[in-house]
């Protein structure tokens, strides 16, 4: 007798996701250094540093967010014409200033939500805001005492006694704009008390030490100037000689940084004028600095790039520097945090335990990111490494990183770039070492395409129990210049190793061959490493012999670009195509094509045995997912009945998980807004991860086990509750029947119940519906029942035939509760629908009964004149919607 097969339902939820949290806009950190406010688009997100928690999502146009912590929209204020560029909040959290495109500088009270000062005179853009107190008489109140104390509500404290004489520690706030000038404005006296002009560009930063009575400005001309606070005059011209976007003051005074368009962060000596750090070599566009953000309490400095990366320094060794006239070292770096991984063009798993995600984003470095579920330092900011956490850069390419590629063991992972060569980088995780083992020169053009052996060596063996001591045998690469390379790989020289943190291999390519007539997408290894697969622009697949590289066989049948290419696992179960059985012991070959559809190959003939359509846009990655797990595994029941399965993901922006033996669909993943590039899946937890051109990376749980549970409980849960409510409904016990019925979403067996009340004969004296139990339960159900309930009757009062019920059971709800609580189930989430559609059926049912009795006197009038005639006919009468037949003798 032949078994049928128990059909598996397949299903995947998102169980975690790394997503941007910066790109580009103001940034803010809390005064404890763990709270980082950002900007996302028109979104502003607060995240903790230490846990990478996202605490609060708040949308530009909406009233609240979404996090751990609720915001709630106050109020919402236009203080300007023109858009506000530059915003500063005052120590005490009490007041905010604005400044405008339009010139103007607002001050506002931030609980009152008023508008306390209004100053002019700037004749450009304010593009720098910051609040002080002068402890020191300034120029413009020197000589000048005025005994009468000053409340905190006029923004000025009361005199005081300094060294002796009258002093008065006076609110200031200090306005730079784009015609280069700053300008000191008194906000007891609401007015200008002094213009500092010697900037001729753009002023980008300000700050105020107390102790020394310094103010420091720092320009786009590429200077920074030290102000005497009490004259208002140029102390110190300091030439940074690059444009400036960040300044302020350290060590009470001491020093000062700067961070502009090179993307240094360098420490100055404000006395000598002097840099007191070594020599930096100079960035790139992305790495300008375009804020610096202090933090005292924790000891680290966090400068925002331009690429949206975020990087903290350590400032805990400044003190000790103070009197040595040695250059130091440039401050160094706590850790770095991608605010955004830009395109994610391609990632793959590192490391023996898989606790690393390397991604490749459109970028010359290759970021390793921690899949830490826990955070073991979650009281430092600078020393946290939580789930998404950036842990390491590997830089050494000099253009985008386009592909990537991981051995069996995690600790070898293989990269090729736009700038014409491959590198193999050893990861060793356990002692934060992540070197560039080789590099690979010989193409001619860009890397496209490279694959390292994945079949592990024999379990007893040093180069299994010691991966990171033994590299790769072989790489192979495939180029825009259409060829491929196989390179072997030998150990590096020790003459060769001139730093801890770099090594050099002797590489070279054992063959190159001309491969295909347009770019190369994508290379596969197959799981005994004996073939490999190439695929190409030029809608052809090559498998090629990995010893000889000579072509074995030619995949054709795709209309457009072939971009991905996978070889099934060894003991993939044989799968029957569209022609009959048609596995092989040579395996299979999935490709995935510009031309939307997902292909398999057989590698017996290397013919097309089954070709699966669904996805809207161009099929950019395919692979096999792993098979199912072992049969003393929790999971085996349910994964022993799955077929062999594949995932795809597209340009549409969607993952497929498709049923390999019949090409169906088996659920389809949703959790990207743009094309999806990179998709890769744990050996181990078999979580499948997703990454695309929205900066988004998606790890998928298969909870096929859990759902296949979850259903199987509802079944049982369900029959059981069924015969309960038969059981009820048998027992004439109306409270416990109309709730469950209610609760279980029987409309047709709640139909029943009360057609059965009503049609109660005699009727219960004094009742509505036709039973006091029946009233009682109707009386006293919660809004979501009653909601639910006449949701029911608003069904049933469409129909003639069960509108009886329908208004037999409205009369019971509209006498049962008072109008005030109708009205409020009215505003619930589709409840006017519901009140609507009663009132329009019921109006129809009165209008009718109506016509029915003003017909019924001509009934009357006709039986009364037949009956004087002596006649005697059959009468048929409408009443209701039944017809009724009546004899008149």
């Not at 495109?101 to 607002?106: F, H, I, L, N």
């Not at 003459?495 to 347009?518: E, G, I, M």
């Not at 969607?654 to 990179?678: C, F, M, P, Q, Y």
Request: charged share 20%; hydrophobic share 35%; aromatic share 6%.
């Amino acid at each position: 007798m032949m078994s049928q097969r128990t059909r598996v339902t397949t299903t995947y939820e998102a169980e975690r996701v790394i997503q941007p949290i910066y790109t580009g806009g103001d940034a803010a950190l809390g005064r404890d250094g763990q709270i980082l406010a950002t900007c996302l688009g028109e979104e502003a997100l607060l995240t903790n540093l230490s846990t990478g928690e996202l605490l609060a999502r708040i949308e530009g146009h909406s009233e609240d967010g979404t996090g751990s912590i609720n915001p709630v929209l106050s109020r919402t204020l236009k203080p300007h014409t023109t858009p506000v560029i530059a915003a500063a909040v005052d120590i005490t959290g009490t007041l905010l200033a604005t400044g405008g495109a339009d010139g103007v500088v607002k001050i506002w009270d931030i609980r009152g939500g008023y508008v306390t000062h209004t100053f002019h005179g700037h004749a450009g853009v304010i593009s720098a805001l910051h609040f002080f107190e002068a402890s020191i008489p300034d120029l413009e109140s020197k000589g000048k005492t005025n005994k009468k104390k000053r409340s905190r509500s006029n923004l000025q404290k009361d005199e005081v006694m300094v060294n002796g004489h009258d002093s008065t520690a006076a609110f200031r706030l200090a306005s730079g704009s784009e015609d280069g000038k700053i300008r000191i404005w008194d906000l007891a006296k609401r007015k200008s008390v002094a213009t500092l002009d010697s900037h001729v560009s753009v002023v980008r930063g300000l700050d105020y030490e107390p102790g020394a009575n310094l103010l420091i400005s720092a320009s786009r001309d590429k200077t920074a100037i030290v102000w005497d606070a009490r004259t208002w005059k140029s102390r110190k011209v300091v030439p940074v000689l690059e444009g400036l976007e960040a300044v302020a003051f350290l060590e009470e005074g001491k020093f000062f940084y700067t961070g502009g368009e090179t993307g240094r962060l360098r420490i100055w000596n404000v006395e000598s004028g002097g840099e007191i750090t070594q020599e930096q070599e100079a960035g790139d566009e992305g790495d300008a600095i375009v804020h610096i953000l202090p933090n005292t309490s924790q000891g680290f400095l966090l400068s925002v790039h331009a690429d949206q990366s975020l990087i903290l320094h350590a400032t805990a060794n400044l003190p000790d520097i103070a009197s040595s006239h040695v250059p130091i070292k440039p401050l160094p770096i706590l850790r770095r945090i991608s605010g955004t991984h830009d395109e994610i063009i391609d990632l793959a798993y590192v490391t023996t335990d898989r606790s690393l995600l390397a991604l490749a984003t459109n970028s010359e470095g290759i970021r390793l990111v921690s899949l830490a579920t826990s955070n073991d330092n979650g009281s430092s900011a600078a020393s946290a490494s939580y789930f998404g956490a950036d842990i390491a850069l590997l830089q050494g390419h000099e253009d985008i990183i386009i592909c990537l590629s991981v051995n069996w063991s995690g600790c070898w992972l293989a990269t090729g770039a736009k700038d014409n060569t491959a590198r193999l980088w050893k990861i060793d995780h356990a002692s934060k070492s992540y070197q560039s083992y080789a590099t690979f020169t010989g193409h001619a053009e860009s890397i496209g395409a490279i694959c390292l052996p994945s079949n592990p060596p024999p379990t007893s063996s040093s180069e299994h129990s010691k991966p990171l001591d033994h590299a790769p045998p072989f790489l192979i690469t495939g180029s825009q210049d259409r060829t491929i390379k196989r390179w072997n790989i030998s150990k590096p020289s020790s003459s060769s190793s001139k730093s801890p943190t770099t090594t050099s291999a002797s590489a070279r390519a054992l063959y190159t061959r001309k491969a295909h007539d347009k770019d190369i997408n994508a290379i596969a290894i197959s799981p005994t490493s004996t073939l490999f697969a190439s695929a190409s622009q030029d809608r052809t697949v090559k498998i090629w012999s990995t010893e000889e590289g000579e072509v074995q066989g030619i995949l054709r049948g795709h209309r457009r670009g072939v971009w991905s290419v996978a070889f099934a696992p060894k003991d993939t179960a044989p799968i029957s195509g569209e022609n009959g059985p048609a596995s092989s012991s040579r395996g299979l070959v999935l490709t995935g094509s510009g031309d939307k559809t997902v292909k398999i190959w057989s590698l017996n003939d290397y013919s097309c045995i089954r070709t699966l359509e669904g996805h809207t846009n161009s099929v950019l990655k395919v692979l096999w997912l792993p098979l199912s797990s072992s049969p003393d595994t929790s999971t085996a029941h349910t994964s022993a009945k799955r077929p062999p399965q594949i995932a795809s993901a597209g340009g549409d922006g969607l993952v497929k998980i498709w049923d390999a033996s019949t090409g169906e669909v088996a659920t389809t993943l949703d959790n990207h807004t743009d094309r999806i590039w990179a998709l890769t899946v744990n050996p181990d937890t078999k979580t499948l991860v997703s990454g695309g051109g929205d900066s988004v990376v998606t790890f998928w749980k298969d909870t096929s086990s859990e759902t296949a549970a979850k259903t199987s409980t509802a079944i049982t849960q369900r029959v059981e509750q069924d015969q309960e409510l038969q059981n009820y409904i048998h027992r004439g016990n109306y409270r416990e029947a109309i709730t469950l019925a209610l609760a279980l979403n029987h409309p047709a067996r709640l139909l029943s119940l009360l057609q059965g009340v009503v049609d109660t004969n005699p009727p219960e004296t004094g009742s509505t519906s036709g039973l006091k139990a029946a009233d009682e339960v109707l009386a006293s159900l919660s809004d979501e029942q009653l909601l639910n309930l006449l949701s029911r009757v608003r069904d049933w009062n469409t129909n003639a035939r069960t509108s009886p019920v329908a208004q037999r059971v409205l009369n019971v709800v509209v006498k049962s509760y008072s109008a005030e609580r109708l009205a409020e189930l009215g505003k619930r989430k589709g409840g006017r629908e519901v009140v609507e559609a009663l009132r329009v059926y019921t109006e129809r049912h009165y209008r009718r009964v109506e016509e029915l009795w003003g017909e019924s006197w001509v009934v009357e009038f006709l039986l009364g004149e037949m009956d004087q005639l002596g006649l005697g006919r059959d009468v048929v009468v409408d009443l209701n919607g039944e017809q009724e037949a009546v004899m008149v003798q």
